[in-house]
């Protein structure tokens, strides 16, 4: 049964960094894509980007270019999503999911981990 | 403004028949790129409801259908039923963006 785990909910102060997982099972990690995407509050899905965790070749969307960081340690069948400063508009509900290729569907989906970044 | 326009709400009593639009433009739909749907219903985490543009993954009902034309797409559901109401969205790639987009999301309601 192909499974995503997502790491626990996270309460930031602006400013501060901070590495999500989601760790992926019952398939092989490095021949699948794994995507971010993001929800905030009431808010609609937004693609963030994707990792291809074999050789780690990582697509973003324009708008999230330059703000985050996805990456993928095949060696534990994992992949992370990563800030350097948060601010208070990066609350939100993060989901990671799998996909087969860039152009492709999400076929599943991680639980979301829920990011609050409040001073 | 998303990418992929959807309307925000659509409404229908139980076992009538509703359907959601997804206009995208000739970056994405239109050129061919394959439109999927999902379903999230509320505080849950999104589920594949139709993938390459009509074909449903195992356990989906066949109440559920999509179609694509041109630049826009459609999802069906008929048979209406108060578990089906949900927030539904639309996907494709983008070769303008070299990525996927979503559209903004339509919530249905039985009423």
């Known amino acids: 049964e192909v499974q995503l785990v997502q790491s626990g909910a996270e309460v930031k102060k602006p400013g501060e960094s901070l590495k999500i997982s989601c760790k992926g099972s019952?398939?092989?990690?490095?021949?699948?894509?794994i995507g971010w995407v993001r929800q905030m509050p009431g808010k609609g899905l937004e693609w963030m980007g994707i990792?291809?965790?074999?050789?780690?070749?990582?697509r973003y969307s324009p708008s999230f270019q330059g703000q985050v960081t996805i990456s993928a340690d095949k060696s534990i069948s994992t992949a992370y999503l990563q800030w350097s400063r948060l601010k208070a508009s990066d609350t939100a509900m993060y989901y990671c999911?799998?996909?087969?290729?860039?152009?492709?569907?999400?076929?599943?989906w991680g639980q979301g981990t829920l990011v609050t970044v409040s001073s | 403004q998303s990418v992929l326009t959807q309307p925000p709400s659509v409404s229908g009593a139980p076992g009538q028949r509703v359907t959601i639009s997804c206009t995208g433009s000739s970056s994405n739909i239109g050129a061919r790129y394959d439109v999927h749907w999902y379903q999230q219903l509320p505080g849950t985490a999104p589920k594949l409801l139709i993938y390459g543009n009509s074909n449903r993954p195992s356990g989906v009902p066949d109440r559920f259908s999509g179609s694509k034309s041109g630049t826009s797409a459609s999802l069906a559901i008929t048979g209406l039923q108060a578990e089906d109401e949900a927030d539904y969205y639309c996907?494709?790639?983008?070769?303008?963006?070299?990525?996927?987009?979503f559209g903004g999301g339509t919530k249905l309601t039985v009423l």
């Open positions: 019952g398939y092989t990690f490095t021949r699948s894509w």
């Open positions: 990792i291809y965790p074999g050789d780690s070749d990582t």
């Open positions: 996907q494709s790639y983008d070769s303008r963006l070299s990525g996927s987009v």
């Open positions: 999911a799998r996909l087969e290729g860039i152009a492709t569907h999400f076929d599943y």
